[in-house]
């Protein structure tokens, strides 16, 4: 018990942090692509949906944001181990299956502090048999230790299952309508933007599952905060890259980052409003 309320102590400090951070005048924007193609690999050639990233963040740096940008296919990112659906305090932040240091993989190590920097995120990923590419799959699989994990209660033995779900009752009883009371979604309030590329069909596919994840993790998407750039079955896919990266498209890619720092600064105006969620469940 005294674990679990130092845990809630530590948890609603961070809350704090995160909103602090958050509300900052700065607005940082992270690129992710998540890309295989690179003229350096076997593709010999650069990725299209990286390309159109590059833009939105040019654009995003043109009207004052500061910028990362993120190529997944640079990093190791092991798949997720699906502890959260054993209970929500069984999925720990950062990830305690692949802890921090030695034993952790880039995701841990590297990639949850590039998230949490961020304030805007924009994903970019190809048409991968009408989905998302296999590395944004691990990406967005992993940002779940984000979405309301807390701190493990034995850190010497997190996967302790029923201390766990005693944890999990913990929470449930006490947690309240303030950020960060029980269940922590660090994601919350985040703007998200998506850029999709592909030979023909399935962007919109790619669009709706990535929002709808993104979106539940509590992610903000302004209008027009997605595009996808798509040529035709008609024509062999070495035909693909002048037509994706048309200037119809780049117009397109810097238009979502116009839209996504107007969100921004309007998300970051009044300090007094959050999203709110129900934080006593998963």
Same mark, same amino acid.
């Given at each position: 018990?005294?674990?679990?309320?130092?845990?809630?102590?530590?948890?609603?400090?961070?809350?704090?942090?995160?909103?602090?951070?958050?509300?900052?005048?700065?607005?940082?924007?992270?690129?992710?692509?998540?890309?295989?193609?690179?003229?350096?690999?076997?593709?010999?050639?650069?990725?299209?949906?990286?390309?159109?990233?590059?833009?939105?963040?040019?654009?995003?740096?043109?009207?004052?944001?500061?910028?990362?940008?993120?190529?997944?296919?640079?990093?190791?990112?092991?798949?997720?181990?699906?502890?959260? $659906?054993?209970?929500? @305090?069984?999925? /720990? =932040?950062?990830?305690?299956?692949? +802890?921090?240091?030695?034993?952790?993989?880039?995701? %841990?190590?590297?990639?949850?502090?590039?998230?949490?920097?961020?304030?805007?995120?924009?994903?970019?990923?190809?048409?991968?048999?009408?989905?998302?590419?296999?590395?944004?799959?691990?990406?967005?699989?992993?940002?779940?230790?984000?979405?309301?994990?807390?701190?493990?209660?034995?850190?010497?033995?997190?996967?302790?299952?029923?201390?766990?779900?005693?944890?999990?009752?913990?929470?449930?009883?006490?947690?309240?309508?303030?950020?960060?009371?029980?269940?922590?979604?660090?994601?919350?309030?985040?703007?998200?933007?998506?850029?999709?590329?592909?030979?023909?069909?399935?962007?919109?596919?790619?669009?709706? $599952?990535?929002?709808? @994840?993104?979106? /539940? =993790?509590?992610?903000?998407?302004? +209008?027009?905060?997605?595009?996808?750039?798509?040529? %035709?079955?008609?024509?062999?896919?070495?035909?693909?890259?002048?037509?994706?990266?048309?200037?119809?498209?780049?117009?397109?890619?810097?238009?979502?980052?116009?839209?996504?720092?107007?969100?921004?600064?309007?998300?970051?105006?009044?300090?007094?409003?959050?999203?709110?969620?129900?934080?006593?469940?998963?």
């Amino acid at each position: 018990m005294k674990r679990f309320k130092e845990i809630h102590q530590q948890i609603k400090k961070e809350a704090v942090h995160i909103k602090k951070h958050f509300f900052e005048k700065k607005i940082r924007v992270l690129g992710i692509s998540g890309s295989m193609r690179s003229v350096n690999d076997y593709a010999k050639e650069n990725s299209n949906s990286e390309w159109l990233l590059n833009k939105s963040l040019e654009e995003a740096k043109k009207h004052g944001a500061e910028i990362q940008k993120l190529c997944l296919r640079e990093y190791t990112i092991e798949p997720c181990r699906a502890c959260y $659906s054993t209970s929500n @305090t069984h999925c /720990h =932040y950062p990830c305690s299956c692949y +802890p921090k240091g030695k034993d952790g993989d880039d995701m %841990t190590n590297i990639l949850y502090d590039k998230v949490m920097w961020a304030d805007i995120m924009i994903f970019a990923t190809p048409v991968n048999n009408f989905k998302i590419s296999s590395m944004m799959s691990l990406f967005v699989d992993r940002l779940i230790s984000m979405d309301g994990s807390l701190y493990p209660a034995d850190p010497h033995n997190p996967k302790d299952k029923e201390l766990n779900i005693k944890h999990a009752q913990f929470v449930e009883k006490n947690a309240t309508e303030e950020f960060g009371s029980g269940y922590l979604k660090r994601l919350t309030g985040k703007i998200g933007g998506i850029i999709v590329t592909g030979h023909e069909v399935g962007a919109s596919m790619v669009i709706s $599952s990535l929002y709808l @994840t993104l979106n /539940h =993790y509590g992610m903000l998407f302004p +209008p027009y905060s997605n595009m996808y750039a798509i040529n %035709t079955v008609c024509e062999g896919t070495y035909k693909d890259k002048k037509v994706l990266t048309s200037p119809c498209y780049e117009k397109e890619a810097r238009m979502l980052a116009r839209n996504l720092m107007i969100a921004a600064k309007m998300a970051k105006s009044n300090p007094q409003i959050w999203w709110q969620y129900d934080e006593s469940a998963d």
